[in-house]
């Protein structure tokens, strides 16, 4: 009997916030620009569900632009605490605008300020620029939450393959992957 991977995910990320000293749901994100070259960087995986992984970010970034282009994508968790890694790939798509609204609500304050002011993977010419946004921003909402700005939102990664890797004695680690096929999730173990 194989576990659902995604619910295999959630069950380990549980353990995970119990193990790992800091963000446990941090994950590498790998996108690929026009001309096939990978980037990654790091964003936090807010939710996850049998859809797949949610992601928020700035759509006009540099990982904005690339999905806009190519929407493939791929997610890698190291931890380390626990001695495990997971990688996730499939595609991605835009979240509805109220899922979008809705997390952009919960965030604090000074965090949806920090979205307004940030223009994400552009130059910036000095760091005092960017606090004058952010101050300028302050005087301008006070205390009273600011709507989501439209170019800022979420992410749905839904897999197509997940990869669970623990290590294990004399590199004889354990990797099993999840493919999804069409009669539901294929899972087999792999070569470390
Ligand atoms: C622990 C950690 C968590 C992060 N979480 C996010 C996130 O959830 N969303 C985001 O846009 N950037 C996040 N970042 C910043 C990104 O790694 C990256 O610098 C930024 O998104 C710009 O990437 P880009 O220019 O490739 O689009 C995080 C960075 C770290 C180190």
């Not at 576990?3 to 963000?23: G, K, N, Q, S, Y």
């Not at 790091?42 to 797949?52: K, S």
């Not at 595609?91 to 109220?98: D, F, G, K, V, Y």
Request: charged share 25%.
């Amino acid at each position: 009997m194989t576990i659902e991977p995604i619910a295999r995910f959630v069950e380990a990320l549980a353990r995970a916030v119990t193990a790992e000293p800091d963000v446990p749901e941090a994950a590498v994100l790998a996108t690929v620009d026009a001309n096939g070259q990978p980037s990654a960087r790091v964003v936090l995986i807010r939710g996850v569900d049998a859809r797949g992984f949610r992601f928020f970010t700035n759509y006009a970034s540099q990982k904005g632009r690339e999905l806009a282009h190519n929407p493939r994508a791929a997610l890698c968790v190291h931890w380390k605490s626990l001695h495990e890694q997971v990688r996730i790939e499939g595609t991605t798509e835009r979240l509805p605008a109220s899922e979008s609204d809705a997390y952009f609500a919960a965030r604090p304050h000074e965090s949806q300020l920090a979205a307004l002011a940030s223009l994400q993977s552009e130059p910036l010419a000095s760091k005092s620029e960017l606090e004058h946004r952010f101050a300028a921003l302050v005087t301008e909402h006070g205390a009273v939450s600011p709507p989501r700005p439209e170019g800022w939102g979420g992410y749905l990664l839904v897999p197509q393959r997940i990869e669970f890797w623990r290590e294990g004695p004399h590199r004889l680690h354990e990797r099993e992957r999840y493919e999804r096929t069409v009669g539901g999730w294929r899972v087999g173990l792999v070569y470390p």
